[in-house]
Antibody, heavy 116, light 110 residues
Framework: EVQLMESGGGLVQPGGSLRLSCAAS????????MSWVRQAPGKGLEWVAN????????NYVGSVKGRFTISRDNAQNSLFLQMNSLRVEDTAVYYCARGGVPIDYWGQGTLVTVSS | QSVLTQPPSASGTPGQRVTISCSGSSSNIGGNYVYWYQQLPGAVPKLLMY???QRTSGVPDRFSGSKSGSSASLAISGLRSEDEADYYC???????????FGTGTKVTVL
């Protein structure tokens, strides 16, 4: 069974940083692209970033380029999202997701709240 | 701001057919596959359809997908109360180099 478990969310002030982690199990992690998707409270889905199987290619949505960094550790079956210079508009549930195109499995999500 | 446009809502009575549209451009739907997701209230999204019209495992054949040019649609026939959810289309966008989601459609069973 595919399992994706996010951690690292919480309350942070504008301009602050946060690092999200995702522990994957139930599939061969190193053979899949992985993604982060977010959903602001009461809003729709927004793709944030994805990373190739070997970490050699990364893509980001325009609004987070230069501020967020996606990375992975295939030896530890883990996905990460380093978020710097956080803004109020980054407040959302962040989902770890399997796949690049398409995304086929989602974690339960971790809430990131950016507020002073 | 999503580049894939969906109607905000759709509704029908049990047994009716509901269709959800998804409008994009040549850089996304026009040149790539379309995917559909279902998000039940309080749940995480679930991949419903892939490659324009293929149902994922366990999805009833009441759900069907189609694509024409830079637009796509999801049809739900024989509407049931358990179909009440938010539905999102998605596609890769060659210009943005990103996976774009539609604005989402809330389906209500009256």
């Amino acid at each position: 069974e595919v399992q994706l478990m996010e951690s690292g969310g919480g309350l942070v002030q504008p301009g602050g940083s946060l690092r999200l982690s995702c522990a994957a199990s139930g599939f061969t992690f190193s053979t899949y692209w992985m993604s982060w998707v977010r959903q602001a409270p009461g809003k729709g889905l927004e793709w944030v970033a994805n990373i190739k199987k070997d970490g050699g290619e990364k893509n980001y949505v325009g609004s987070v380029k230069g501020r967020f960094t996606i990375s992975r550790d295939n030896a530890q079956n883990s996905l990460f999202l380093q978020m710097n210079s956080l803004r109020v508009e980054d407040t959302a549930v962040y989902y770890c997701a399997r796949g690049g195109v398409p995304i086929d499995y989602w974690g339960q999500g971790t809430l990131v709240t950016v507020s002073s | 701001q999503s580049v894939l446009t969906q109607p905000p809502s759709a509704s029908g009575t049990p047994g009716q057919r509901v269709t959800i549209s998804c409008s994009g451009s040549s850089s996304n739907i026009g040149g790539n596959y379309v995917y559909w997701y279902q998000q039940l209230p309080g749940a995480v999204p679930k991949l419903l359809m892939y490659n324009n019209n293929q149902r994922t495992s366990g999805v009833p054949d009441r759900f069907s997908g189609s694509k024409s040019g830079s637009s796509a649609s999801l049809a739900i026939s024989g509407l049931r109360s358990e179909d009440e959810a938010d539905y999102y289309c998605a596609a890769w966008d060659d210009s943005l180099r990103g996976y774009v989601f539609g604005t989402g459609t809330k389906v209500t069973v009256l």
